[in-house]
């Protein structure tokens, strides 16, 4: 077998064995035997476990990336406010579903790592979040204008609900249809969001909160709305 398609096999294989039984469960004696290659092929590949698990969350990241500017492509930023900033996060949400049901428990490598408190691979980990949320940012700000400061933080909870939300949906034993399910977090996400865009906003920065116009009484009977 040629060395690129050997360490596409390898990597392969690790990934399922690393998601469903653990970094500290699984031995390159395992890898090794799953991928029916001898240790020294295994190790010419990847010096090391670590090393391995590191590229294994290598790939992951760039799927995830990948899937995210993927979906945020077809969005349309001339189409006002309103709607493109609801087209950004109701593509972001989508775009974590989608990678969870298709990465499936490998997917918990990026997410749920039980590898976190190792420093390397938090920030191997954080450098995935980041690419990925780095582009959320720039286009929801893009559309929403807001400071970069707040929509980074807005970027890092809508990122946080999406990939809670669709690793509940993919584990769920009755779950709901993916695009049944991602449109209705879409909407409790963009729910909490649009009051914040631009075209939501006073002047001082404050959010608009639509009150009903009172009519003051003149007969001592209570005000009329």
């Known amino acids: 077998m040629p060395r690129d398609e050997r360490r596409t096999q390898i990597l392969a294989l690790a990934r399922d064995l690393f998601a469903t039984e653990g970094y500290h469960h699984v031995s390159m004696d395992d890898i090794a035997l799953r991928a029916e290659v001898s240790k020294p092929v295994l ?6 476990k670590l090393d391995l698990y590191m590229a294994v969350i290598d790939q992951r990241g760039e799927d995830l990336v990948t899937a995210v500017e993927a979906a945020l492509a077809p969005v349309d ?13 109701k593509a972001v949400v989508r775009a974590y579903f989608d990678f969870v049901a298709g990465a499936g428990e490998a997917s918990s490598l990026l997410f749920e790592s039980d590898l976190l408190k190792d420093p390397a691979i938090r920030e191997q980990i954080d450098l995935a979040a980041s690419s990925g949320s780095a582009h959320i940012s720039r286009v929801l700000q893009d559309v929403s204008g807001l400071p970069a400061a707040q929509t980074e933080l807005l970027v890092t909870g809508l ?3 999406a990939r809670s939300a669709a690793t509940h949906h ?25 009051v914040l865009v631009r075209g939501n906003r006073v002047d001082d920065g404050a959010p608009r909160h639509s009150r009903p116009t009172t009519t003051p009484p003149t007969d001592g009977s209570p005000p009329t709305t």
Do not use: K
């Open 77 to 89: 930023r001339d189409a006002g406010q309103q709607e493109s900033g609801r087209a950004v996060v």
């Open 159 to 161: 990122t946080a609900m």
């Open 170 to 194: 993919f584990r769920s034993t009755e779950p709901l249809d993916l695009e049944a399910a991602a449109d209705l977090v879409g909407q409790l996400a963009w729910g909490g969001i649009a």
């Open 43 to 48: 190790y010419r590949h990847f010096p090391s």
